[in-house]
Structures are given as structure tokens and as C-alpha cells.
């Protein structure tokens, strides 16, 4: 497929893994709040600030008094003074984000959010261009809040492409930090490409039992008018052909049955789809295995993550904090736990508290450069700047390309107006991160105190846990609810059984084979056995046929009139099998028995439709919108089918047109010649 439907399944796949909802945080709204300020922030989640106290004085550096402060760099924080009182409305978008501002916020998550679904129904009300604006305002009250990315990118794409980009960009920068992020697009992406091939191969199944029910009803019938009439014998055919698909079987159970019994007359791509089928409902608990390991970091109470994940991008509550440090208490082996009670400790304002989970967690990670920065940070809040110092070293000799202690060390610098060593530092983590110093750099500007960067747990270190989870084929907990109430994803006990029908339908269908043997006339396709064929020179006929070549005068006029009656039978059919192969992708060259490129072409729909019906990407760790606009927009769905048809119908139609070409010529029979016994050969006679 070409790019733009790649691009349009990677989008709806991004989409399914940020898309946030009305969540119910467990911490109260700041709108709610007597005093907001008094409350440390710790909405952030990859920044920390070093909140100075009301009545706090900077640390002198006396063989530093003679030096110039460098250009831009202010060398001592400074308290805020008077107190911030939050908006009392939430209509006012610019007064949230002065709040954030001069409050010293680095957040407003859950503001963040409500702004954020009422410019989504603004936008979808049609009031384009101030729910714009009110998103770009989103993205100033939370920056982390990867959505309004997202959704401004898809809203400027023909607009404003600079702007697109540059959001894109941003959220790809977002995307490199959050492991949740890249679990969620993995494990949608794990699922829609799995129902796109089990949809498209149970699609195909099913089209092809259609096809060749012929073959199937006729040896049931030679078999049923031993006991009743050919006509009764016609509809206990019919019914036992569709009972099973009726029966609440599902549809590949019973097309697996059909193939199997079709077997001994299929071609070897049938019988390939008949293998295919077979290893795809026995392997269907391993598939529920792989989304269910996936869906691990998003569970709260399975090891090794016990919901860590979650915490990067979770408002602080006093209740979240204490659920976790019970957790570390209860799994002190847990480096994740003991990370995740430090982190949030140190966003309550309890740097000691802090200190110690980080020092357990350094324990269990000893080469760990991210606890040993967040460690320099809490050391910093103490007071203890040459403890951070020496920590900073160590996490840079760990991993000299982090650029969050580089920046740290250059602020712990900074206040000892050491700024020659300040700017060596800062120079070395601009040359790593630039945007990350550069957001830095006006988060400190805005505050007017030192800002520290905090970092959450590497992405890297969680997939290198999830390799190390244990990969359950008996839980079900991960299936999407799609897939819960379908029988074939009932566990081992339906994939065993799957298996032992394949076996039983192979034998079934050999034997019936050998008893009642059914094959194709030679001229229409018909289904014919022994009982009712008619051979006329090289062909077995149907009984129609017969007739037909029964009034020729001669036989290359009697296969003139068999041509004119197959063209007319083709003609009847091929109209709709034409049609239905426009309209449905692939199905057109089932017909012709072929199946590989209906596969691919009904996989890449069952994609799109899945995308298109909001049923692609069931993975997400926060709750969605349940207003209109807010998945993957219309626009970017609709080019992608665009695409898909313009690829798919000219191939088709171009095929066709060479099969009807091969059909409108007629098909001399080939003579066979008659064995002779060795040594009987008129060669060899007159050899010797």
C-alpha cells in the first residue's frame, strides 16, 4: 500500500495510545482549592522545581562575589511574593494560563483536559477557528498532554504545515519518553494487525465454501436420495450446509469442517487456506498471550510493574502516594515501587522521604543515571550540594550523554556563582538536548527560581522488564471486548478442538471421496459424480451439457455449442462477481482461485474498517472522549480508502479483463494416448 495508508493506520494507532477522556483524577481541581499555592506542583512529569522557602536567603559563595553573572543566567532563586489565587470560572482560557504562569505552575492537567474536550465539541459544532486557539491554550496549560499535539496536527495539516510539523515533532520527542505511549501503540498495533489477518482469512474461508458448495451438497444428496426424494434430498443439502454457520459455531469452525471434507478435490491453494485456517484458530490462545503480556504495564496489580507506568503522567494525590509507598512496603524488592514512592514523594515536597526510596531503588538499579539525577535533585532541596554535586558525576559518569545532569549541576553552580563551571555544563547539555534546555531555560524565567529536571524511569528499563514477564496462555483479562464473546477465542479447549474437526473433516472427506466421488464438468464447472456424469469423447459432462452436445452434428461443432452455453453461464455470474470485486477489495479474484493478493487487499481493509468503525485501537491508559471528532479524523480516513480503492480497482479490473480474454477463447480438449504394455511399443518392436 502506499504511504498515506500507512500513514493513516500509524496515525489511528497514536491516536488509540494518547487519546485522553473524562478522567476522574483523585486529586481535586485547583479551581476547588482554598489556596492553590500552598500545595507544592506536581503535575509534571519531567520537570521539578526547587521551591524556595518564604523567608529563605540564597547561599553566599564569598571567593565568588567578584564575578560577572553570565548573560541570561539569574544566580540565585527568588521567593515569590504574595499569594496567587486561582480563576474562579472555567470559561476563561488565558486567565487558567496567566494562573499557571504567575502561580509558577509547571501544570494544569486536569484544566488541561476539560479545555481540551470542549474544543473538540466546539470543533465539531463548527467553530474552527476558536477551538484552534483554545487548543494551542491547552498545550500551554499542560505540556505534556500529548492529544491536543495530535489533534492541532491533523487540524493544520492543510493549513498550517509549519505548525503541523512542528507538532508532530514535539510529539515524537514525547513519544521517546513515554514508554506508556509506545506500549499502547504496540499492543494496537499487535491487534489490528492479528484481526486484520484472522478477519480476512475467515472472510475468505467462508467465500470459498460458498463457491464450491456445489461440490459439497451434490455428494450429500447422492448419498440422502437412498432415503428420501432428490428434492427433499436438495433441502436437507442446504440445511446442513448452513446449519452450522446458524448454530452460534462462528463462522470458522464450520468453514474449517468444509474445507476439510473438500480436500481430496481442491486445488493446493485451497488446501493451503485449509492449513492456514488450521494453525490460525490452534494458535489463537497464543495470540490472547502476546496482547495479554502487552497489556501488563496497564494493569495495577500484576508484577513487575504494579501500575508504575501510569504514575509519569498522574496528578499527585496524598491517597495516590500512600497506596504506593503501601506497595513498596509490601514488595520492597521492586526497584519500579521503590521509584515510584520517591517520585511522588518528591512531589509532595518530602525530599528526605524521597532520598531514601531513591537510595532502595539505586540498591536494585546500582548503574541507574536517571535515580542518581532525581537523587542529586532531593539532595538539592536539603541543601546538600556537594552530596548532589558528587551524585550529578556519578549519574554523568553513567551515562555521559544525560543531559538532565548536566543542566541540574549547572543550576547547583549557578547558585554558588560558579558561573564559568555553570556554563560549561549547560553548554554540554544544550549540545545533548537543546529543546529540553531550552524549556528549561523559560520554565526558570517564568518562575524566577532554580528550576531542576526531574527524569522518570527510562523507557528502555520497562521493555527490558517485559521481556522478563511471564507469557500466560490462560488469561483473557487482555482481550479487547470484541474478541471476549467470540467462541474461537475461548482458550485451548476450542483451539484442541479446532484441530481434532481439521483431522476428522480429512478423514470424513477421503472417505466420502472414495465412496461418492465428485469432480467438475468439464465444460461449465458443474458438480458431477459417477451417477450422473455423461462422457462425451474426452469430457465428462453434466447431464445439461450432455444434452446440449447430444445435438451436435458433429464434435468440433458440439464444442462450439458447449462454448456458447459456458459464455452464457460466466456471463450470468461474472457480472456480479465483478461488481461485488469492485465494491469489496480482493474478493474479485477469489472466483479465479486465487488467494495470496485477497489476503493481503482484505487484510489492509479489515484494517481500515476496524479503524473506521473505532474498534482498531482498544489499548489506551487514559479514558477517551465520547464526543464526535475526537479519533482519527475523517478527512485522513477517507484519502486512506481513497488510496486503497485507487490502488486495488484498476489491478482488478485489469485482471479481469485478461481472464475474460483467456475465456472467450475456446478450450481445445487435449488427447490423451492410450498406454501400451512394455515391449509392446511399435518403436521398440521395430528396433528389434
Known amino acids: 500500500m502506499p504511504c498515506l495508508l500507512c500513514a493513516a493506520i500509524a496515525l489511528a494507532l497514536l491516536t488509540g495510545a494518547v487519546r485522553a477522556g473524562d478522567a476522574v483524577w483523585d486529586s481535586t481541581s485547583s479551581a476547588a482549592q ?27 559563595a564569598p571567593e565568588a562575589a567578584d564575578e560577572v553573572p553570565a548573560e541570561g543566567v539569574e544566580p540565585l532563586p527568588i521567593a515569590r511574593s504574595g499569594t496567587v489565587v486561582a480563576p474562579t470560572s472555567l470559561n ?14 509547571l501544570a494544569l492537567p486536569v484544566e488541561a483536559r476539560l479545555f481540551y474536550r470542549r474544543a473538540i465539541m466546539l470543533h465539531a459544532s463548527g467553530g474552527t477557528e476558536p477551538a484552534i486557539k483554545m487548543v494551542r491554550g491547552v498545550i500551554k496549560l499542560d505540556p505534556a498532554f500529548v492529544a491536543p499535539r495530535l489533534t492541532l496536527a491533523a487540524w493544520l495539516a492543510f493549513r498550517e504545515t509549519g505548525e503541523a510539523i512542528d507538532q508532530l515533532g514535539d510529539i515524537a520527542h514525547l513519544v521517546r519518553e513515554s514508554f506508556l505511549i509506545q506500549i499502547v501503540t504496540a499492543a494496537n498495533a499487535l491487534y489490528l494487525i492479528l484481526q486484520a489477518l484472522f478477519l480476512s482469512i475467515v472472510a475468505i474461508s467462508v467465500v470459498v465454501v460458498a463457491l464450491n458448495q456445489g461440490r459439497l451438497r451434490h455428494g450429500w444428496m447422492e448419498r440422502l436420495a437412498s432415503f428420501v426424494s432428490p428434492e427433499t ?9 448452513l446449519a452450522p454457520y446458524l448454530a452460534g459455531l462462528g463462522p470458522a469452525l464450520p468453514s474449517l469442517v468444509f474445507l476439510g471434507l473438500l480436500w481430496p478435490s481442491a486445488k493446493l491453494r485451497e488446501r493451503s487456506l485449509f492449513v492456514v485456517l488450521t494453525l490460525t484458530l490452534a494458535g489463537v490462545p497464543l495470540m490472547t498471550a502476546a496482547l495479554d503480556r502487552l497489556s501488563t504495564p496497564l494493569q495495577d496489580d500484576r508484577a513487575p510493574f504494579f501500575g508504575v507506568p501510569q504514575i509519569q503522567t498522574a496528578p499527585f494525590s496524598p491517597e495516590l502516594r500512600a497506596d504506593f509507598d503501601a506497595r513498596a512496603a509490601a514488595h520492597p524488592d521492586s526497584p519500579f515501587l521503590c521509584f515510584a514512592s520517591a517520585w511522588l514523594a518528591q512531589r509532595s515536597g518530602d525530599p528526605a522521604a524521597a532520598e531514601a526510596q531513591y537510595r532502595r531503588t539505586l540498591e536494585l538499579w546500582p548503574n541507574d543515571d536517571r535515580a542518581l539525577n532525581n537523587l542529586g535533585n532531593t539532595l538539592v532541596q536539603q541543601g546538600r550540594n556537594d552530596e548532589a554535586i558528587t551524585t550529578y558525576r556519578k549519574a554523568i559518569a553513567t551515562n555521559p550523554r544525560n543531559p538532565a545532569a548536566h543542566f541540574n ?25 537543546f529543546e529540553l534546555v531550552k524549556s528549561l531555560q523559560v520554565e526558570r524565567a517564568e518562575a524566577k527560581w532554580a528550576v531542576l529536571a526531574d527524569q522518570w524511569i527510562a523507557p528502555g528499563v520497562f521493555w ?12 483473557a483479562g487482555a482481550l479487547p471486548p470484541l474478541w471476549r464473546t467470540r467462541i474461537e477465542c475461548s482458550g485451548w479447549t476450542i483451539s484442541l478442538l479446532a484441530f481434532a474437526l481439521a483431522v476428522v473433516s480429512l478423514l470424513l472427506g477421503w472417505w466420502l471421496h472414495r465412496t461418492v466421488p465428485v469432480r467438475s464438468c468439464g465444460n461449465c464447472g458443474r458438480a458431477i459424480c459417477r451417477r450422473c456424469a455423461e462422457r462425451r469423447r474426452e469430457m465428462a459432462l453434466c447431464p445439461d451439457c450432455a444434452v446440449i452436445w447430444s445435438r451436435a452434428e458433429s464434435p468440433d461443432f458440439g464444442r462450439v455449442l458447449l462454448f456458447q452455453h459456458r459464455r452464457r453461464q460466466l456471463a450470468r455470474v461474472g457480472a456480479a462477481y465483478r461488481i461485488l470485486g469492485v465494491f469489496v477489495p480482493g474478493f474479485g479474484y477469489l472466483p479465479h482461485r486465487k488467494l495470496l493478493r485477497p489476503v493481503l487487499i482484505m487484510s489492509a481493509a479489515a484494517a481500515l474498517a476496524s479503524i473506521s468503525f473505532g474498534i482498531g485501537a482498544p489499548f489506551t491508559y487514559e479514558p477517551r472522549f465520547a464526543v464526535p471528532g475526537h479519533d482519527v479524523p475523517w478527512m485522513s480516513l477517507g484519502l486512506a480508502w481513497l488510496v486503497l480503492y485507487a490502488v486495488t480497482v484498476p489491478i482488478y479490473l485489469a485482471f479481469d479483463q485478461h481472464v475474460r480474454a483467456k475465456t472467450e477463447t475456446p478450450v481445445t480438449p487435449v488427447r490423451r494416448h492410450r498406454l501400451t504394455p512394455p515391449g509392446n511399443h511399435p518403436t521398440m518392436q521395430a528396433a528389434a
Do not use: C
Not at 476563561?92 to 505552575?105: I, M, N, S
Not at 527490558?464 to 488469561?475: E, G, L, Q
Open 34 to 60: 482554598d489556596d492553590p499555592v500552598a500545595a507544592p506542583d506536581t503535575t509534571a512529569p519531567a520537570t521539578g522545581t526547587v521551591p524556595p522557602a518564604v523567608e529563605a536567603t540564597p547561599e553566599p
Open 92 to 105: 476563561d482560557l488565558d486567565a487558567w494560563t496567566d494562573y499557571r504562569v504567575r502561580a509558577h505552575l
Open 233 to 241: 434430498a436438495g433441502w436437507w443439502s442446504w440445511a446442513l450446509l
Open 409 to 433: 549541576i549547572a543550576q547547583v553552580y549557578t547558585m554558588r556563582f560558579d558561573f564559568h563551571t555553570a556554563n560549561d555544563e549547560l553548554a554540554r547539555a544544550s549540545a545533548l538536548d
Open 464 to 475: 527490558a522488564a517485559m521481556k522478563r514477564a511471564p507469557f500466560s496462555t490462560t488469561a
